[in-house]
């Protein structure tokens, strides 16, 4: 037969089962029911509520003690878990609704911004449009004249595609349906791709090309290129006329690394942590432009979990360097 101590402890972890899922009432009347359990059932004389030993008498008063104070502590701590889940929530849900603030806020600043670089950088090409279909409107004007405001034409409106068409991969950038569809690809190709891209910009700059023959990269090629080209602008936007621009692709250690390097002025470090910022323009260097290239290069990369840095060459000009894709076993 079990002695009274083995069945007080028994009882005292039923009890204490029971407080760490009851109310703080329910788990102080089972530790009175089991104190009563103990005593009329287990200590002599049984069927009786009196102790008839001392020693059974403390045994049933620490069992009382033990198993109030027992259940007081897990209601207690049941509480104090389901107050700090309380406020787990309630962190979560502040954060959350910060979050979308600053989201909102972002997309207002971007809004507001793709506003005033609109209207500062298409003001000019609108008042050219203008100037020129005015022009080719008169009758007597030559016909080299005429020649020369419909080249003005094809140009500006040339202009105006790129523009709307970089604001609609800003847009898809940030809406995030941009989806990466990567192959195996030789660097050279997504090099030849960017130049052949931005070949008129680049005209006057000397395009200095390293991809040489060894592992193909499984990269998304059109996203590549297209990051690359943004950058060939960039530097050449950027650079002295006449000056080389240096196209380096390799495929080490699983990654495709590109690297373009020009003779610009270089980048001043308080401009480097916003350089890859959506309508950010260095005020140090040439404001032609949106400002969104980069921001679109960085954005194209990102979808395939590439990156871009920048960093200055000693002693003049600027780094650029695309970090992308994995490296072909065979």
Request: proline share 6%.
């Amino acid at each position: 037969m079990a002695t009274p101590t083995v069945v007080a402890l028994l009882l005292l972890l039923a009890v204490l089962c029971v407080a760490a899922v009851a109310s703080r009432w329910v788990a102080i009347a089972i530790s009175v029911v089991a104190a009563l359990v103990l005593n009329f059932f287990f200590l002599p004389p049984i069927g009786t509520l009196s102790i008839a030993d001392p020693q059974h008498s403390i045994v049933w008063l620490v069992f009382l003690a033990v198993s109030l104070v027992g259940s007081h502590l897990a209601a207690t701590a049941r509480a104090r878990a389901a107050e700090a889940i309380a406020q787990r929530d309630e962190l979560a849900r502040l954060l959350e609704e910060r979050e979308a603030g600053e989201a909102a806020k972002r997309r207002a600043e971007l809004a507001t911004a793709l506003l005033n670089s609109m209207g500062h950088d298409l003001r000019t090409p609108l008042t050219a449009i203008e100037v020129a279909a005015a022009n080719l409107q008169d009758a007597g004007i030559p016909e080299s004249l005429r020649a020369e405001q419909a080249e003005i034409l094809r140009g500006q409106v040339a202009r105006f595609t790129r523009v709307f068409e970089r604001i609609i991969a800003m847009a898809r950038i940030d809406a995030g349906v941009l989806r990466a569809e990567p192959e195996w690809v030789h660097p050279g190709d997504i090099v030849e791709a960017a130049v052949q891209e931005v070949e008129p910009a680049l005209a006057g700059h000397t395009v200095r090309t390293d991809a040489p023959d060894g592992p193909l990269a499984f990269v998304d090629p059109r996203l590549t290129s297209t990051a690359l080209a943004r950058v060939l602008e960039n530097a050449a936007r950027h650079a002295p006329g006449l000056t080389p621009i240096a196209i380096t692709a390799t495929v080490t250690a699983g990654e495709l690394r590109i690297t373009v390097d020009d003779e610009g002025p270089g980048i001043p470090d308080g401009d480097l942590p916003r350089l890859f910022d959506p309508f950010y323009r260095a005020a140090s260097r040439d404001t032609d432009g949106l400002g969104m290239g980069l921001a679109i290069a960085r954005g194209l990369l990102v979808a395939q979990h590439g990156c871009i840095t920048a960093e200055n060459r000693s002693p003049r000009g600027a780094r650029f360097s695309i970090v992308v894709g994995k490296a072909a076993d065979g």
